[in-house]
């Protein structure tokens, strides 16, 4: 086992582990709403702004054209959620009844673009995440822009207690890789350190940026964040996020569901809204972090 250590420890801290809450889209064979989404279903989807046109647009092609600067020292992030109108990430627990055809279409879209995907540990183990696995089209359009056939999964954890048995570990072809805090399990990393490259860091806490700067050092340029929503507010606190993509699902559902980001941390950074698209009922929101230069 090969376990790279980050700097030096100055203390074996603790911290909560990661919890998950719905809401978040994990690609091969995860969200309960995406393997029902009935995607025989004729569906498009036209912008409404900047241009107001109208026009149909292709996801695949729209995402994937968009100008995304790199910032200094880390890979482009982008996210990628869903709630109903009242807010909602999940009905009951589940986002099952939240998404559809083209929201799918969305989905599959950003991470065709995407380097990496960064998602907590708690949300591997609930959801079952899998190694993505794009068709021969995306696996076409990443030749050509020089990506990966495929992105990789990197797993942000405090504890490193993942199960070697989950499906993410189940391909040889791909080896995820493992961001985990001073106070890992050293049992958890003999686990899996066959199965994942592993990254340890002298803090309790990966700290967004210092995971990022990893994975820059990686050669990853475009990193796609899907949650859950602890994970996502640690990186909107840190000023991690450049991109935010939201699907508005036409319904109203109450009860006591998440948000999208939720943490301890209140911030109050600027977005600009670059575009809308909508297909029937359903609201797609492109937002992308505004700085001073």
């Not at 183990?125 to 794009?134: A, F, Q």
């Not at 309790?204 to 994975?215: F, N, Q, S, T, Y």
């Amino acid at each position: 086992m090969t376990v790279g250590i980050r700097g030096s420890f100055p203390h074996r801290g603790r911290r909560s582990s990661l919890k998950r809450r719905a809401g978040h889209r994990p690609w091969s064979g995860a969200p309960h709403r995406l393997r029902n989404s009935p995607t025989s279903v004729l569906q498009v989807i036209v912008e409404l702004a900047p241009t107001a046109a109208g026009g149909e647009i292709q996801p695949m092609d729209v995402y994937a054209n968009a100008e995304r600067p790199l910032p200094p020292r880390r890979p482009y992030v982008l996210s990628n959620m869903i709630c109903s109108a009242d807010g909602a990430i999940s009905i009951d627990g589940a986002s099952e009844g939240l998404g559809g055809p083209m929201d799918f279409e969305v989905f599959m879209a950003l991470r065709s673009i995407s380097d990496v995907i960064i998602v907590g540990a708690e949300t591997v183990r609930v959801e079952r995440y899998k190694p993505p696995r794009p068709t021969e089209r995306v696996q076409r359009l990443r030749s050509e822009r020089g990506q990966a056939p495929r992105p990789t999964v990197a797993v942000l954890t405090a504890s490193a207690d993942l199960d070697p048995e989950l499906p993410l570990f189940t391909d040889p072809d791909h080896k995820p890789i493992i961001l985990c805090g001073a106070a890992a399990d050293p049992a958890a990393l003999a686990r899996i350190g066959d199965l994942a490259s592993v990254v340890q860091f002298p803090t309790a806490r990966v700290a967004p940026e210092d995971a990022l700067v990893e994975l820059r050092e990686r050669g990853f340029r475009h990193a796609l964040l899907e949650g859950g929503p602890r994970l996502n507010a640690q990186f909107i606190a840190d000023d991690c996020v450049d991109e935010w993509n939201l699907t508005l699902s036409p319904a109203l559902v109450a009860g006591e569901a998440s948000r999208a980001a939720i943490g301890p941390r209140s911030v109050h950074h600027p977005v600009q809204l670059v575009h809308v698209w909508r297909s029937e009922n359903m609201i797609f929101l492109q937002y992308r972090r505004v700085r001073q230069s």
